[in-house]
């Protein structure tokens, strides 16, 4: 039960400070899925208070892997499982700035669980017959320093060149704040 507490205090912190969260369902219509799953961006929330930061990274797969299908070929395969290893670590994906913090645990999703990888008459068979897959991680941090933390970095735009921007809503003590990360911009002072 707790490992749902994190997002659970994220999705509650970031709907009653009036910021829009959308939830994202693999059962997609074609009316919701250019509003929920749009490669080359990504989503990350983020609360900050007493001490604890939780934040959420949702980005379709392609972004990371070029591709969003379950993984096919042995190369798939390993780029996937090399890229589930590399998200545990909520500093594969962004660092807090003077905060001294220190992850203390993570939920990441298994969009593949519960669908089949085949091969048609031994063809590399390439199709998206379940949806659009993305990643979706839910880090919990402690941090010494909470309120002293004045930014964010991530170098994710350098391993991931079809990450093009990702768009930040923010809740610390200061008040609340969105903005967008970029390529030519990978970091936000606060």
Known sequence: MTRFRNRIVLVSLLILSGFSVQAHDHAHTDDNLAAAHVHGQAELNIVIEQGEAFAEWQT?????????????????KQRYTALRESMQSVDAVFTLVDGQCVQHGVELNQPFVGHHEHNHDGHDHQ?????????????????????AITGLVTNLFA??????????????????????LTPAKPNQRW
């Open 127 to 147: 199709h998206d017959e379940h949806g659009h897959f993305e990643l979706q991680a839910t880090y919990h941090l402690k941090c010494a320093e909470g309120d």
């Open 159 to 180: 391993r991931y060149p079809r990450l093009q921007s990702i768009h930040v809503q923010l809740i610390n003590n200061r008040g609340q704040q969105a903005f967008e």
């Open 60 to 76: 379709p797969l392609d972004n990371l892997l070029g591709f969003e299908h379950v993984p096919a070929t042995d190369a798939q």
